[in-house]
């Protein structure tokens, strides 16, 4: 008989909580103004005997290497998986805060840096998310 394939998903709001900059029109000040369509960090577990994959999707424009690498790490901790087992990717939203500081932003006054409550509010929901699923 073949092993079992288990699966388990959840998603959490990621929204924020405040008016906050939209990322991902350079030069253009947009400060959201409500709720339109909510941001999800939304993660999909499988497991096969041994075998475990975490897909983690993000409604997010994009999150830097280092942040990756970071919540890869937390995950991985949080569900006993190796961390070559998680995986991140961002919808590219234009319509989200901005996560994380870029070159190409650097001279574009328009561009704040990332607002700490909100990655606070960013990652725990994608921990939430990952470990409800797994």
């Keep these: 008989?073949?092993?079992?394939?288990?699966?388990?998903?959840?998603?959490?709001?990621?929204?924020?909580?405040?008016?906050?900059?939209?990322?991902?029109?350079?030069?253009?000040?947009?400060?959201?103004?409500?709720?339109?369509?909510p941001l999800l960090a939304t993660a999909l577990c499988l497991r096969q005997g041994a075998d475990a994959v975490l897909l983690v999707a993000v409604d997010i424009l994009f999150i830097n290497p280092p942040t990756a690498r970071r919540l890869r790490k937390t995950l991985a901790d949080a569900t006993g998986m190796a961390e070559e087992s998680v995986f991140i990717s961002c919808s590219h939203t234009h319509s989200g805060p901005v996560t994380h500081s870029m070159i190409a932003w650097e001279s574009d006054p328009v561009v704040p840096e990332p607002d700490p409550d909100y990655m606070r509010l960013f990652e725990d929901g994608i921990l939430q998310a990952a470990v409800e699923a797994a």
């Design 1 to 37: 008989m073949p092993t079992p394939l288990f699966a388990g998903a959840a998603s959490r709001d990621i929204s924020p909580t405040r008016p906050l900059f939209l990322v991902g029109y350079p030069h253009v000040q947009r400060i959201s103004t409500g709720i339109h369509d």
